[in-house]
């Protein structure tokens, strides 16, 4: 079965810091690849996804995560974290074409002003 | 306006009632899907469906049915409310097809407590 591992539950940086979420999958055939966000009240909104092509992948707010299909990974990064990044980042896997998305478990981000 | 919906956005509730949690999307897409999020175990799938005619259980079904009125409207009813159903609960949507078209869109989220 599909699954999905995000490293890190809780992670706390200051402004500037630079940021990266691991994210781990299970899955051996073609896959999509997305990170979602959730601001503190709102719902998720989607950050970036992969699905083909290019595996360094940017999104918005100047957000990338890189797809490392040998590795089955699709980290996020960005280099300079802001106060307003401070949110709830999941990463989801979809088999390509298929019905179910799976997500990971979630990691919340405090960055300190 | 927002293209998912999701109504109502907040509801307290007792143990054992019947709850009904409505979901509306303009996107035109055919596939709805019902979450629930709960810290730490991120978003599991309640049920989702791909059409008016087709409605399949996710991994946590139990204790919870749906009912697709319309290609527009996916409704989630706990048909018996109890404590541990407490969550946010998540609708969204997507396009058929492959690749790009398998990004999902989300509703504002419903949290629910069962008391």
């Known amino acids: 079965a599909q699954s999905v591992s995000q490293h890190n539950h809780h992670v706390i940086l200051s402004e500037a810091a630079s940021l990266e979420l691991g994210c781990n999958y299970s899955?051996?055939?073609?896959?999509?690849l997305f990170w979602y966000v959730q601001y503190p009240g709102q719902h998720l909104q989607l950050l970036l996804k992969?699905?083909?092509?290019?595996?360094l992948v940017k999104g918005i707010k100047g957000f990338e995560a890189e797809f490392i299909k040998s590795k089955f990974s699709f980290n996020l990064r960005k280099p300079s974290v802001q106060w307003s990044d401070t949110a709830e980042y999941f990463c989801a896997v979809n088999e390509d074409g298929g019905f179910k998305t799976i997500f990971g478990a979630g990691t919340r981000l405090f960055v300190k002003a | 306006d927002a293209d998912v919906t999701q109504t109502p956005r907040n509801r307290i509730t007792k143990t054992g009632k019947r709850i009904m949690l409505e979901c509306s999307q303009t996107?035109?897409?055919?596939?709805m899907y019902w979450y629930r999020q709960d810290p730490g175990l991120g978003l599991r799938l309640i049920y989702y469906s791909f059409d008016v005619k087709d409605i399949n259980k996710g991994e946590i079904s139990d204790g919870y049915s749906v009912s697709r009125q319309a290609q527009a409207k996916f409704s989630l009813s706990l048909e018996s409310a109890i404590p541990n159903q407490t969550a946010l609960y998540f609708c969204?949507?997507?396009?058929?097809?492959?690749?790009?078209?398998?990004?999902?869109?989300f509703g504002p989220g419903t949290r629910l407590t069962v008391l």
């Open positions: 899955y051996g055939g073609t896959v999509n």
């Open positions: 996107k035109g897409h055919d596939r």
């Open positions: 992969y699905f083909s092509g290019d595996p």
């Open positions: 969204a949507t997507s396009d058929l097809g492959t690749g790009p078209y398998n990004e999902q869109f």
